[in-house]
């Protein structure tokens, strides 16, 4: 197995290289002396990485709240927001994935630069390795979320070429399902709905939407898109049911063919 390299090595929390080292059962009488070796667990590295990066994260952002709320309270300019650790520890992340390329196990990694968004440079790293070598793996299915904000990181032709593969190469349904809507995001929000665009952006996406049994993405789905369709100008709205300010029942459909003012609110 792969030894990791000074520079990786110093990336692992000391407790973790300790608990890496393991030594071989005693051979037989005569035999040669048990060999230390690394067990190098990509998961468990993951795992630990992730939790640093999270600890960091989390005391980075308590931190500059604690001071921006006190500047305020002090009648002071409130400190500027300083960088992420997020930014470190994306190329971390990258080191580690460097040391598991050309397998699934650098996949996590990887996921992690992605999702997180923070350094650009970082985030094309990881999309031309994941693009190169892990197009088709499943275990993108964590990040698969997180591609409809791609095009803010790597920019519009960037992602979409991203995007595109995706479709073409990954066979998870969440994957292609989260990537199809992103590519399409712009047309379902924004195009015409009586436009050619429109009704294959709206076809393709509905069909991978129901194949992908995705709660989140469904809703996001539905949210988006079926509330456009169905309060298109021209449509007829929902049919309100409701107490009118009298105690009498009500249902909008008794004001058909009148002007109706709706005024929604509500108090939590």
């Not at 196990?105 to 992690?112: E, R």
């Not at 595109?164 to 199809?180: F, I, M, Q, S, Y």
Request: aromatic share 8%; hydrophobic share 45%.
């Amino acid at each position: 197995m792969k030894l990791p390299n000074p520079s990786t090595a110093m990336l692992l929390p000391a407790a973790l290289v300790v608990a890496g080292l393991a030594t071989a059962a005693a051979p037989p009488s005569g035999g040669t002396a048990p060999v230390a070796r690394v067990v190098d667990d990509a998961a468990e590295r993951y795992e630990a990485l992730d939790e640093e990066a999270g600890e960091a994260i989390s005391e980075w952002s308590q931190a500059w709240r604690k001071a921006y709320f006190a500047a305020r309270e002090a009648g002071e300019q409130p400190p500027a927001r300083p960088p992420s650790p997020a930014i470190e520890y994306g190329a971390k992340f990258l080191e580690a994935a460097a040391d598991y390329a050309g397998t699934d196990d650098a996949v996590p990694f990887l996921g992690w630069v992605v999702t997180s968004g923070v350094e650009k440079a970082h985030v094309t790293s990881a999309v031309a390795t994941i693009t190169a070598s892990h197009l088709g793996s499943e275990r993108l299915e964590p990040i698969a979320p997180t591609l409809p904000r791609l095009a803010r990181t790597l920019g519009d032709d960037e992602a979409m070429r991203f995007l595109d593969a995706l479709r073409a190469e990954n066979g998870h349904p969440g994957v292609k399902a989260w990537a199809t809507y992103a590519r399409h995001s712009e047309t379902l929000s924004g195009g015409d709905i009586d436009s050619e665009d429109f009704q294959t952006a709206f076809a393709e996406t509905e069909a991978l939407v129901e194949a992908a049994d995705d709660e989140t993405l469904s809703r996001t789905w539905r949210g988006q898109v079926m509330a456009r369709i169905e309060f298109a100008i021209g449509k007829v709205a929902p049919d309100i049911e409701g107490i009118d300010l009298g105690g009498s029942d009500f249902k909008l459909s008794d004001y058909e063919g009148k002007v109706v003012f709706l005024d929604f609110w509500g108090d939590w």
